[in-house]
């Protein structure tokens, strides 16, 4: 069983926060305010305050993953018009409901190796066209990754396109729609634009999501698998989405996991975990509301919530008492 040292923490956390180069400035993670929690089991409190860890070294730290180099790879001329195919039914909006064109299509020279390179390629015009083209190619390739696959495949989550953000998060987009509000005598007009450009994104995000959502269904339990899943749980909320569904598929994964992590391991995820729910997520506008004391319309303020239930918080705990069982 490997052993993660502190240095895993610390890499979730700057991770986090280096997301984007405005999200530090948009953050205040000098709020440390929170609601009351559950205690934990003081028999875990104690542990992990108390266990010693040697120093770490290059041979007992826990370096992140990185790919093993490889020689080049060639990539087939049929590859080429595979992705100019997957660039057309893209520009013409006929997107696939799932991954599927290199099963219903299939082609000899896109073999395994061809297609763990072309992930690590930039495809497309767009982030989302980017996804849309990778999602597909996965689709000739087995239902997990290889042990030799691994590697490549975390690189390829890890560097997955972009998370598109919703209309009204960034501060330069609330100027300008705090203009605009003042501009339109029926302000209902403004919140339809902005629902519609809102569902514009959504749409542009469907790709990108089920690309991400295929990577990590592949990849294994790993500590560093659902490390990559925490950081991309975070760019959903930054990018003012709820990640619902994901939290719970995140969640379990984390539950079997844990099933056979060393306490140091347990320990460190429960910390990260805790890192992850106390970071303050960026507000955006949603609806109008009118101000009757001077008659005047602003807009209402919505957070995306990481943790709707408190599964992921219940689960930091669980995870802390079992560390010091």
Known sequence: ??????????????????????????????DKSEPERPQRNEGASRARATRTREPATPAKK????????KAPVKIPASAATIVQELKREFEAGKLRTKS????ENPD?????????AMLARRHGTSDA?????KWQLLSGLGESFTEEQVDEGLAAYRNAPAIQWRPGITQEHKRVLDREIKRYEDPS?????LVDETRRVEILNEPILKYREELFKRLPND??????ALIDLYQRGEAGISPRGFVGTVAKRIREWSATASPDELADMADMLDELLQVKLPSYYVTIRHEPKDNS???????AKLDEGGRLEQLAIDLANKAGQ
């Open 129 to 133: 066209m980017d996804a849309y083209i």
């Open 189 to 193: 007009d403004l919140t339809a634009m």
């Open 100 to 103: 599927e064109y290199l099963t």
């Open 62 to 69: 826990a370096p992140a993953r990185k790919p093993a180099r």
């Open 223 to 228: 500590f560093y698998v659902l490390q990559a």
């Open 108 to 116: 000899a020279e896109m073999t395994a190796e061809v297609i763990m």
């Open 297 to 303: 319309y602003k807009w209402s303020n919505q957070t």
């Open 1 to 30: 069983m490997r052993s993660i040292s502190r240095i895993a923490l610390v890499t979730l956390v700057s991770s986090i926060l280096a997301v984007s180069a405005s999200a530090q400035r948009r953050l205040d993670l000098s």
